[in-house]
């Protein structure tokens, strides 16, 4: 006997629901017939209904005498009457049938309750509890701490949080919030938290349960005076007053517009970028019975809305002539470029939801995928801002050819010959006589070619054996400089035991002399630049989401705090405050 069935059976048995509706659930999820059939028959037998279920016929009790069966009475009374009576029941039949049809259908079965939570109008008014992970271990394959950020090999950062939020008034919003985050790196982890009360424009954040917080606003506190628990910032008073040129507010304004975010609010709404991939079975959340889903990512779905979210805020900043329609197809370009690549490297390992079956609320969501790391795009921009430009690599170039230039002569003098090579390299340098053979830096530069811009040792001259060692009489070494450095030319040069020669013409073939189209430019184009990041992009990382709702439509009061420090007012005065007065709290 299937033990998930018997459950289900059992939970569904306990909810009211019939043998039918139980039967065309467990039909549509898939089940065959003859396992719904004994499910419901070993229920019914752990039940004690057994002897109901398979025999509707009332039995009389012992020792009385037998009373006539129903269908025996039915077969007693005069023909026109049986066919009345027949007729009532075949009408029942097909009414309760349609009526449990019409209930099965219109709200249990998967995909009616997944369409209705897709198109219902949301409660806006609820609780949830949330976890929210992000673990990055991209760094922990380098060979040595100097290729990680700062030698961090691994970060994780996880919020835990309760939360309440009413935002029935959109003007008005209210919402209060404790979130605890922890960040490690490797062994070291570093724990706090903080609390928010949300009332319209104004927010309160508790200092005290925050040592960042704390440390922040310890200069805010005149001496001998006791710090507020808790911080108000009206973030509209704010605005208003932050100094900002008031044309460019008004431009500002002109782009972001109610009407702009009621047009974005309805792309999301419309947006089918979450499947329904499979219908898992009843469960309990939060106290409200819910439908289990297993569900899939739409990528294409998912692209589209975002770019048609960019695409309403582009037709915003037309109207408004804050940009030119140039600037704005060429920033549509590129939102298009980066969305596409971002999206396709996403890759969903678990998405389940768990849908309200009478109010089509979410109750409950669990999220992973991988995840774009940080530690790796940290380590490529470190990569970039220490080759800013092509004259750094030309001058390391410079540096490299001369370093190379000793050592081998250092070679020459204890083994009276220049070393073998093996791949373009010298053999037996390392590390008696150079720590480490360089690599030419990338990309290359000027009109050198990626061939020319390696480094290439090459032995001539007359071979010898000397104390077991092959060595030669002479040698070149290969390289290119974008630009003139070190009183040396552009271009091809070559390193022999007399010392540079530059500006030496190509005799190799055609594509070896052609520099790449895009390395001779000390400006790389926009467009460039972004297909390079977007190609580096590591999605190393893992993401997890773990949350719940409840308490739908239950409002309750967020008050202000009885104490509080009002930063919005000091900033105000130029961020100072009356000698005479302190702090400004409200008490």
Same mark, same amino acid.
């Given at each position: 006997m299937n033990q998930e069935l018997l459950a289900y059976v059992k939970s569904a048995k306990q909810h009211n629901m019939s043998d039918g509706e139980i039967r065309q659930n467990l039909h549509n999820a898939g089940w065959e017939g003859k396992d719904i059939e004994e499910a419901i028959l070993n229920y019914a037998a752990a039940s004690g209904l057994a002897e109901q279920v398979l025999s509707p016929v009332i039995?009389?009790?012992a020792g009385a005498e037998a009373a006539p069966a129903v269908l025996g009475n039915i077969a007693n009374t005069p023909k026109k009457n049986n066919v009345k009576v027949i007729l009532s029941i075949l009408a029942l039949v097909l009414l309760g049938g349609a009526g449990a049809f019409a209930y099965v259908f219109g709200y249990h079965t998967p995909n009616q309750?997944?369409? *209705?939570?897709?198109? @219902?109008k949301k409660s806006e008014v609820y609780d949830s509890k949330?976890?929210?992970?992000? *673990?990055?271990?991209? @760094?922990?394959?380098?060979?040595?701490?100097e290729d990680s950020i700062l030698g961090i090999k691994s970060i994780f950062l996880k919020f835990d949080g309760d939360v309440y939020l009413n935002s029935a008034d959109k003007s008005n919003p209210e919402s209060t919030a404790d979130v605890q985050y922890t960040f490690g790196s490797g062994d070291t982890n570093f724990n706090t938290g903080f609390k928010y009360r949300l009332k319209g424009n104004v927010i309160y954040l508790n200092i005290g349960s925050n040592p960042l917080l704390d440390m922040a606003t310890a200069g805010l506190v005149p001496s001998g005076q006791e710090k507020p628990e808790w911080l108000k910032i009206d973030t509209k008073a704010l605005m208003q007053g932050s100094g900002q040129d008031s044309s460019s507010l008004e431009s500002l304004g002109s782009v972001f517009t109610p009407e702009l975010s009621n047009q974005i609010s309805e792309v999301w709404k419309n947006a089918k970028i979450v499947k329904l991939k499979k219908f898992k079975g009843f469960e309990k959340v939060s106290g409200?019975?819910?439908?289990?889903?297993?569900n899939e990512l739409d990528k294409e779905a998912f692209k589209s809305v975002i770019i048609a979210s960019v695409q309403k805020l582009a037709d915003a900043s037309k109207n408004s002539g804050s940009t030119s329609p140039e600037e704005i197809q060429s920033g549509m370009d590129l939102a298009t470029k980066i969305v596409g690549a971002i999206v396709e490297k996403i890759q969903v390992t678990n998405f389940e939801t768990w849908v309200g079956v009478k109010n089509f609320n979410l109750y409950k969501v669990k999220f992973s995928s991988n995840a774009p790391s940080v530690l790796a795009a940290l380590g490529s921009f470190q990569t970039t801002m220490s080759d800013a430009s092509f004259?750094?690599?030309d001058t390391r170039r410079y540096s490299d050819i001369q370093q190379l230039s000793s050592a081998l002569e250092l070679y020459y003098k204890d083994n009276g010959g220049y070393p073998e090579a093996l791949n373009g390299k010298p053999v037996g340098l390392e590390p008696g006589y150079i720590y480490k053979i360089p690599d030419a830096p990338l990309p290359p530069d000027g009109s050198c070619s990626s061939y020319y811009?390696?480094?290439?040792?090459?032995?001539?001259?007359?071979k010898k054996n000397v104390n077991g060692k092959s060595v030669h009489s002479d040698y070149t070494y290969d390289l290119c400089f974008g630009e003139p450095v070190g009183g040396y030319p552009a271009g091809l040069a070559r390193l022999t035991p007399e010392g540079v020669t530059g500006g030496l013409v190509c005799d190799s073939q055609d594509t070896n002399c052609k520099a790449s189209e895009?390395?001779?430019?000390?400006?790389?184009?926009?467009?460039?630049?972004?297909?390079?990041i977007l190609d580096?992009?590591?999605?190393a990382a893992e993401f997890n989401v773990d949350a719940t709702y409840g308490n739908y439509g239950k409002i309750r009061a967020v008050e202000e705090p009885k104490e509080f420090f009002d930063l919005t007012e000091m900033l105000s005065r130029g961020g100072s405050y009356p000698s005479d007065e302190g702090l400004n709290m409200n008490q």
């Open positions: 039995k009389p009790s309750v997944w369409s *209705k939570f897709l198109t @219902a949330f976890s929210l992970s992000y *673990k990055d271990n991209n @760094a922990s394959t380098s060979s040595s701490a409200s019975m819910t439908m289990h889903f297993e004259q750094a690599r811009n390696t480094y290439w040792y090459t032995p001539v001259g007359q895009n390395a001779s430019s000390e400006i790389v184009e926009s467009k460039d630049e972004v297909d390079a580096k992009l590591n999605f």
